[in-house]
């Protein structure tokens, strides 16, 4: 499976400020995906991020609230913008990755703890 | 677009019982069905999945069933140990719905001693 690495793993944010989180992917992979878990929650997905282009967004989510980069197919960044309380989640990297016997699978990043203070 | 509903919310079993979830989903155009298993403090990881051309597929001690015609599928653990105590995930996809993932609700299973 690939190796997905986010960054920050943790953070406290102040109410009002923006919060850049990137996933870092260890080979090229076709498509990237941002979830995210409220406490207690489900998963959601938020969009999914288009290398070149912009990304698509699932109802209920907004591009200037979650600003997406693409730039190339092993990179990804989500901002959470203008945070508050109820942005406190945690957000998920997501890829598809490919094995022999298995085909397409869905794997999911360590995940980005954010917590709007 | 798709709905996937997930029973029980909670599970309590003794250790060395079986364990089942069952999910259902809407949506007769999916055809990937993934069960995610999530420890406190930790992301979802992959235990078993299903495609729509197989009934049932087992990894030693889990085990998932599909039902195509009735739109539902099920996780199965034998034998269950502390170690399986977290929450279990379903979810669906479909060919041609960009592997988005639908997931269920979860349910929180614990395993008692």
């Known amino acids: 499976s690939a190796v997905i690495s986010q960054k920050p793993s943790r953070d406290i944010c102040q109410r009002g400020t923006s919060l850049t989180i990137q996933c870092q992917v260890d080979s090229q992979v076709t498509m990237m995906f941002w979830y995210r878990q409220q406490p207690g929650q489900s998963l959601t997905l938020i969009a999914t991020a288009n290398q070149g282009s912009e990304a698509t967004y699932e109802s209920g989510f907004v591009i200037d609230k979650f600003p997406i980069s693409r730039p190339n197919l092993t990179f990804s960044t989500l901002t959470v913008s203008n945070m508050s309380p109820e942005d406190s989640s945690i957000y998920l990297c997501?890829?598809?990755?490919?094995?022999?016997?298995?085909?397409?699978?869905?794997?999911f990043g360590e995940g980005s703890w954010l917590t709007v203070v | 677009g798709e709905n996937v509903e997930q029973h029980p919310s909670t599970l309590s079993v003794q250790e060395g019982d079986s364990a089942v979830i069952k999910c259902t989903y809407s949506?007769?155009?999916?055809?990937?069905f993934p069960w995610y298993k999530q420890e406190l403090g930790k992301r979802p990881q992959l235990i078993i999945d299903?495609?729509?051309?197989?009934g049932e597929k087992k990894d030693q001690r889990i085990a998932v069933t599909l039902n195509k015609t009735a739109k539902h599928f099920s996780l199965h653990i034998t034998e269950t140990q502390p170690e399986d105590s977290a929450v279990y995930f379903c979810?669906?996809?479909?060919?041609?719905?960009?592997?988005?993932?639908?997931f269920g609700t979860g349910t929180q299973l614990k395993v008692e001693l």
């Open positions: 997501s890829v598809v990755g490919q094995t022999l016997v298995n085909g397409n699978t869905i794997y």
């Open positions: 979810a669906a996809s479909k060919a041609g719905g960009g592997n988005k993932l639908t």
């Open positions: 299903i495609r729509s051309n197989v």
């Open positions: 949506d007769s155009a999916s055809n990937y």
